[in-house]
């Protein structure tokens, strides 16, 4: 009953909003909370329609300075569902809210395969999100998000290879793997480099003349212990498939910033 | 009767040496090939005329083919005259107790030790440039080398504690069970031939390295073996090698004793000893080819076992090459990792 109640209650506010259609808003970018530039929409929109024709999927951009209340993930799965967003008979799409009134960014996934797709990429997709937000810089931070979906569409990994080598380059990590080979290879010939003696006893044992004239291997004691093995504590992260007051389901997740 | 033994063809009148590669003696001049049953005839056999006399130690001897004098080590037994490089044998230093009984012929020539070596340092990454050039390696001398050979019987004891370890799981608990056994062992060993360098001047852990000779090839001592190649006798006596013999032998009935236990999970030994008797010694002279190195003004010795092969030594590092590799390895290393990286990252 309850959640009747509030699935109407969002309707209405969402029709609101419908209604309340702040000029620069476009069809995939719905900027309520004002935080993007005005030159920065028509970017973002031929963006979007270039995934959404090239990928099958529709990428939307939302953000809301009142929470009324309701939870991020809510908003963001409600919004989406009711506006009819979505390519195919699954609505595949991903939407990123902006709550300027939690502080939370949420993505929301829509269509199996998309939610499959992003669901293990949330969380460093989000990591790559949150750094602009917390700066400030809302307009790059969008940027970045189409740049990741369609990356992601394309390659299946965040960022292009160009943009991991850059990262590799400038990361401790290779460093210390040549270290260690350069130290572990040089090692290797330097040792060689010494003579070893091969001649053992058996060089000077005389036949057959080994004999064993005492074995014995005696039992002395035993002695058994135990230990309890930990259970698994399973705990999982928030996020994960969950369905919306519409019957659809939904993927994704979100942080604060 | 000369107190040196010059070997001479008796086609030519030419040297003669002893030749590796066909168990024969080899006339430097007319290249006439001998035998050894030839050349016991010529020759004699080993155990001739007056050797058994102790005559006084001579310092300096004269080259039978060219006259010159010749000044000779208290230790060399075999040397060439420095002018005609004619092969001598200094009977004297092979009289009484310097007589060996047994003596493992060269198998492999200088030529193919040169080749042997030349391989063997290549390898040497590190090893400088100089060590590996053709006029390093001429420099290869073959000797026959002084070692007392020991033949005894070892009785060992040893015992210790052994754990056999067993784990499984029942229930929400995992068991582990240790049981402890008491472990003895004792037995009898022959050993036969255990070698000691008997030359203050070799280095006896190299010595110890070039093992094993090949006992098959052992022959009855013979000068005639010696012409062409350089000879010492011994300055280290029975009584002091034995000693390390013994080291040796205790360690190896160790080793064999520690080789029967098995089947524990873990072994630590609590008393381990061991002893000899019945020791018989015996003198022989083993083939072997050195080469002296300078690095650095450092020595570097190589060895080279006449019959078997085998390298011993130390190269140098040339610190120069270790650091251009090392940088080099690191800087593809990098490289894969970078480029590796991103594309699985």
Redesign the interface.
């Known amino acids: 009953m309850a959640k009747k109640l509030s699935g109407i209650f969002l309707v209405t506010i969402i029709l609101l909003l419908q209604v309340g259609l702040v000029f620069g808003n476009t069809d995939n970018v719905i900027d309520n909370a004002k935080l993007l530039d005005g030159d920065i929409y028509d970017e973002l929109q031929s963006k979007a329609n270039s995934i959404k024709t090239i990928y099958g999927m529709e990428p939307v951009i939302l953000t809301i300075d009142d929470a009324k209340g309701n939870s991020s993930m809510v908003i963001a799965d409600d919004y989406y569902d009711y506006n009819g967003f979505g390519v195919g008979s699954e609505n595949k799409g991903i939407l990123m809210l902006i709550d300027m009134d939690n502080r939370t960014v949420w993505i929301s996934t829509t269509g199996q395969d998309i939610i499959d797709k992003y669901q293990p990429l949330i969380d460093p997709i989000l990591e790559e999100i949150t750094p602009y937000l917390s700066d400030g810089e809302y307009s790059d931070s969008c940027i970045r998000f189409l740049e990741i979906v369609e990356n992601v569409e394309r390659t299946g990994k965040i960022s292009t290879?160009g943009q991991?080598?850059m990262?590799?380059?400038t990361s401790i990590?290779?460093?210390i793997?040549?270290?260690v080979?350069?130290?572990i290879?040089?090692g290797i010939?330097?040792l060689?480099?010494?003579?070893?003696?091969?001649?053992?006893?058996r060089?000077?044992?005389?036949?057959d003349?080994?004999?064993?004239?005492?074995?014995?291997?005696?039992?002395?004691?035993?002695?058994?212990?135990?230990?309890?093995?930990p259970k698994n504590n399973n705990s999982s992260g928030g996020g994960g498939s969950h369905t919306g007051s519409s019957g659809t389901s939904h993927g994704g997740g979100g942080s604060s910033f | 009767m000369s107190a040196i033994k010059e070997y001479d063809c008796t086609n030519c009148g030419g040297p003669l040496r002893f030749n590796p590669e066909e168990t024969n003696w080899i006339c430097d001049y007319c290249f006439s090939k001998f035998n050894k049953e030839e050349i016991d005839k010529i020759y004699g056999e080993t155990k001739e005329e007056g050797l058994d006399e102790i005559h006084e130690d001579l310092d300096s001897y004269h080259c039978e083919s060219c006259g010159a004098e010749l000044i000779a080590e208290e230790t060399t037994a075999a040397t060439f005259c420095l002018y005609c490089k004619s092969p001598t044998i200094i009977k004297q230093r092979f009289k009484g107790e310097f007589q060996p009984q047994y003596v493992i012929p060269f198998k492999i020539t200088k030529e193919q030790s040169k080749e042997m070596y030349k391989k063997w340092i290549g390898k040497k990454f590190f090893a400088p440039i100089e060590f590996k050039k053709d006029d390093e390696i001429d420099k290869v001398t073959g000797m026959y080398a002084p070692f007392w050979l020991f033949d005894c019987n070892a009785h060992g004891a040893t015992s210790g504690r052994g754990t056999k370890v067993s784990t499984w799981r029942s229930g929400d608990y995992e068991y582990t069970k240790t049981k402890t056994y008491r472990v003895e062992r004792e037995g009898n060993i022959r050993y036969e031939k255990i070698p000691v360098d008997g030359s203050k001047k070799l280095d006896d852990n190299y010595m110890t390295m070039i093992e094993p000779y090949d006992y098959n090839e052992i022959e009855e001592f013979s000068m005639h073996y010696l012409t062409g190649f350089l000879a010492e006798k011994y300055d280290v006596n029975s009584i002091e090698c034995e000693k390390i013999m013994e080291q040796r032998a205790k360690d190896f009935v160790s080793n064999r004793l520690r080789s029967t236990i098995s089947g524990y999970s873990s072994y630590i030994s609590t008393s381990n000893n061991a002893n000899l008797n019945d020791i018989k010694t015996n003198y022989s002279l083993m083939p072997l080819y050195m080469l002296v190195n300078k690095f650095k003004d450092k020595d570097y010795v190589f060895f080279i076992n006449g019959q078997t092969g085998k390298i011993v030594g130390d190269a140098p590092i040339d610190h120069k090459r270790q650091v251009i590799f090392f940088g080099a390895v690191a800087a593809v290393a990098w490289i894969i990792t970078v480029l590796g990286g991103a594309l699985f990252g």
């Open positions: 290879y991991r080598v990262d590799m380059m990590i290779p460093y793997v040549a270290l080979i350069g130290l290879a040089t010939l330097t060689s480099s010494k003579s070893k003696v091969t001649a053992t006893g060089n000077y044992e005389s036949g003349s080994f004999v064993l004239t005492n074995q014995a291997d005696h039992f002395e004691h035993e002695n058994t212990t135990r230990r309890a093995i």
